[in-house]
């Protein structure tokens, strides 16, 4: 059962109605989808793809084999004959690319090449929250605005750059655990070749299958709670695989840590008369994120509960 795959050059033509369509059942029925001809150029991703390969071979893979936590604990179980397994640790290096972090400084034209791609991706990111205001039946902005915390540019945009190496025991350890996504909406650029990506779909894990150039969407927690739950945040996970490197770049358009986030008002008055939703808490996205940071591999109800309430007592400590 493949996930669906979006024409999204189409979305400025006639089938534009079609379209819109898919994007809307994507969100509603799925929370992931594969973008084609979504306009950013091939031979840009080409180079990200040699710059991120490059990068991985030059700086990061005889570090994860020879020092890596996950590394050691699994030859550790199997030199044990343990038939416990990795399960609070994942088989992935990674690292973070943003406008204030220190980037790899080996790896020729990294730097170049992957500031031109996020910007290319912030740009297709505003893009689909447009797409997504439109279809909800919110006022063009909506969702940038509340990301932004009103006018301006103070949300966050992060990369992150993630390989997966070739697993000797993948029966002990999955790639990446499963969880559902933070924040806003996740741009996945995925390996071509190697898979792996699952989504739980249906009570079953489903493959994101590998699909040249396309990029993997899916929406966070804070999409599901500005649509009042009608965009649900989707539980994912990598599996480790015997043969070959996955490459896997994420990025995502995440609110303001001083953000405020709640259900759009449009959408709770409309929805409140149908009696159907969970009731999603008003809360400060940094609040949030203090919270995700501890169970980001639990269950995400609890989640919202933990910051229900603790917007209106800043509130009323505020105005004392």
Known sequence: MPIPVIDFSKLNGEQRTQTMAQIANGCEEWGFFQLVNHGIPVELLERVKKVS???????????????SAPVKLLKELVHKKSEDKVDNMDWEDVFLLSDDNEWPPKTAGFKETMTEYRAELKKLAEKLMEVMDENLGLPKGCIKKAF???????????????????????????GLRAHTDAGGIILLFQDDEVGGLEILKDGKWTDVQPLRNSIVINTGDQIEVLSNGRYKSVWHRVQAMPNGTRRSIASFYNPSLNATIEPATQLVEKDNKEAKQFG?????????????????????????EAVRGAYDEKDLIFSV
């Open 53 to 67: 390969t490059d990068c991985y071979k030059l700086e990061r893979e005889e570090h994860f084999f020879k020092d």
């Open 148 to 174: 932004n915390g009103g006018e301006g540019e103070k949300a966050f945009f992060g990369t992150k750059v993630s390989h997966y190496p070739p697993c000797p025991h993948p029966e002990m350890v999955t």
């Open 280 to 304: 999603y808490p008003k809360f400060i996205f940094g609040d949030y994120m203090s919270v995700y940071t501890e169970q980001k591999f639990l269950p995400k109800e609890p989640r919202f």
